[in-house]
């Protein structure tokens, strides 16, 4: 009796924890491959070309793999120069849905007089199925409003989030507005650019256009968060769902940081319930699946 | 759910993306007419005081390879240049590659980037700069040896009758507008008011369902179907759209320019549809302040120029 109900228990809980690793057997002859190549060139005095290589996943089991990212290890034209910018930003996950799956690797311009070049590194898959503790549920996250939401898995993600009042949100975004200070710093950017005056004065227009952009366009229904950017860049997605798992209708959203904190708004279509659930998808080490690549002759175009 | 992330970096970097004139000056143009292909318009064209202040070679075997010239014209603000074309007649490199595009004659007027921002409230105006395309030419190319062409600069503050101005356009619904550059350029606007758009649903309506008698459909479900359709893809007018009949015989109408009751730039796109020509407004709707700003073509606010530009190192 005590062995069949050891084996009720034991043998769903098998079942699960095969679900689990499915995806992780999956993949199969997983290479990363060139897609495009663009070789912006412009002349001195701008510095905004470049030369950009999309990359792209090819093989077996990719439907598991919700977004990816590519980092370089090294990139030489034929001549020998390095074209790994030392100022470029780490690498971002990008969906998987987005752009046809295709990710942008920005370079350095090669010479014109180069021909070819070759790039090696490493291409991180995140399949959310190998670690059951990269989705998060977070019920009752809306209970202490303007105090970080608590949560195990959360703490244990390192991920910290507020829930903010559509007024506090409000509030926070009229602080994170184009003022004279920073319209002064992106004068100080350009100029440092070599843009002049009557040029900079077009492009602080363009940015206060920008700036107004949405300052108006705040749903009635919206859920508004407030969280630091080291926690933004570990969620790859987050929504929202009632207590029995169905997911709650949400329109767009939209993100706006500044420095190191983040604004981020949804708009829900009704009123949320006071039990909606808080869903984050969240990069952790477990889900991540690491490819090395190295494609040896890329022809310039 | 895909984030819009609005950082001040990105802004700039938008921002600078846009306005690809920031490059040291480089090449000044020797004035010197030069005709392979046709000439956009016969109005005399003159040489320019241009410099050369960008080239953007993109390389690609996928989407929009182009060569661009980013071309600046120091005497004409950019606030006053609306639109432009620049049509390329001669462009070869060193090797003797012919860069000239298959479609460079067909160029058409477009609004230019500096001149939809209008005048700035502070510091000098920028100038303009329009932008010649050409073909990638080869890696193994050093240099353009010469471009030249035509530029073509819509200015409707030359022509005294080149813009026409209607303050407060939302109560002049249900109206003709009056302006004298109107009548100059041969052009008749009306403002639709709610209830004329309503009588002209109507008439669309009544009118498919005359088109599908004649073309012998007798079913009452597919011609109530036809009739619905019709009715429903009418323009509809409402907060966010104004509704105009246009009649301009010698196409002299360039582009509407609302703007706010501060004298903002209010962005809209604009379509032709049944007969009537839409303004539709994304962001905020029209407010009773606001002004619509008809900008019209005529010989005087076509100004043309000559250009060319020899030995330009490529990028």
Not at chain 2, 197 to 203: L, P
């Amino acid at each position: 009796m005590k062995r069949t109900a050891a084996c009720r228990v034991v043998a769903p809980l098998a079942f699960v924890v095969l679900c689990a690793a499915r995806p992780a057997e999956g993949q199969a002859n997983v290479k990363v491959v060139l897609t495009d190549v663009v070789d912006d060139r412009i002349s001195d005095g701008m510095g905004s070309g470049g030369l950009v290589l999309m990359l792209n996943l090819e093989g077996e089991g990719l439907e598991a793999v919700k977004s990816a990212r590519m980092r370089v290890k090294e990139a030489k034209d034929d001549s020998g120069k390095n074209l790994v910018n030392p100022k470029t930003r780490p690498p971002e996950f990008s969906d998987r849905n987005s752009n046809a799956g295709n990710i942008q690797v920005a370079l350095d311009n090669p010479p014109r007089s180069a021909t070819s070049m070759r790039i090696s590194g490493t291409a991180d898959l995140f399949l959310p199925g190998r670690d059951p503790s990269s989705v998060v549920k977070v019920p009752g996250f809306q209970a202490r409003p303007g105090k970080p939401v608590t949560s195990k898995g959360l703490k244990a993600a390192k991920v910290e989030l507020t829930v903010l009042s559509k007024e506090s949100y409000v509030e926070a975004r009229k602080k994170n507005r184009l003022d004279e200070k920073k319209i002064a710093e992106i004068r100080a950017e350009a100029k440092e650019r070599g843009m002049k005056d009557e040029e900079i004065g077009p492009l602080i227009e363009m940015a206060k256009a920008f700036d107004e952009m949405g300052e108006s366009d705040f749903p009635e229904h919206g859920l508004y968060l407030q969280l630091p950017k080291a926690s933004e860049e570990k969620i790859q997605e987050l929504w929202l769902e009632t207590p029995t798992g169905e997911r709650i209708e949400t329109g767009g959203y939209s993100a706006r940081t500044d420095k190191d904190v983040v604004l981020k708004q949804i708009d829900v279509k009704k009123a949320l319930p006071r039990d909606a659930v808080l869903v984050l998808s969240l990069f952790t080490e477990k889900a991540i699946v690491s490819v090395p690549f190295d494609i040896k002759e890329v022809r310039l175009p | 759910m895909n984030a819009t992330r609005n950082s001040l970096p990105l802004l700039l970097v938008m921002a600078l993306v846009a306005a690809p004139a920031a490059a040291q000056s480089k090449v000044k143009s020797k004035p010197k007419p030069a005709a392979k292909t046709e000439a956009p318009a016969p109005a005399k064209a003159t040489p320019a005081n241009a410099t050369l202040k960008t080239v953007q070679d993109r390389r690609t075997e996928g989407h929009f390879p182009r060569c661009t010239l980013g071309i600046e014209l120091p005497d004409i603000p950019a606030h006053e240049a609306r639109a432009s074309r620049v049509v390329v007649m001669k462009a070869v490199d060193d090797l003797g590659t012919n860069l000239v595009r298959e479609d460079a004659a067909d160029t058409r007027l477009e609004p230019t980037q500096r001149g939809s921002f209008g005048k700035p409230k502070d510091g000098p105006p920028p100038p303009t700069i329009v932008f010649a395309e050409l073909k990638n030419p080869p890696r193994k190319a050093t240099t353009l040896k010469e471009v030249s062409g035509e530029i073509e600069l819509y200015i409707p503050g030359r022509d005294p009758n080149g813009e026409a101005e209607f303050p407060k356009i939302l109560s002049m619904a249900g109206k003709p507008l009056a302006h004298a550059a109107l009548k100059e350029n041969g052009v008749e606007i009306s403002v639709l008011s709610e209830a004329q758009i309503g009588v002209e649903r109507k008439k669309a309506g009544e009118a498919e369902r005359a088109k599908a008698k004649k073309e012998g459909i007798t079913d009452e479900d597919t011609i109530r179907s036809m009739v619905e359709y019709a009715v429903d893809s009418f323009p509809k007018g409402g907060e966010g759209q104004i509704v105009l009949r246009v009649k301009d015989p010698k196409k002299a109408i360039q582009d509407f320019k609302m703007a706010d009751g501060e004298g903002n730039p209010q962005f809209n796109g604009k379509s032709d549809e049944a007969g009537l020509t839409i303004l539709e407004f994304w962001g905020d709707k029209p407010k009773p302040d606001w002004t619509m700003k008809v900008l019209m073509q005529s010989d005087r606010s076509l100004v043309r120029h000559t250009f060319v530009f020899r030995d330009v190192p490529l990028p």
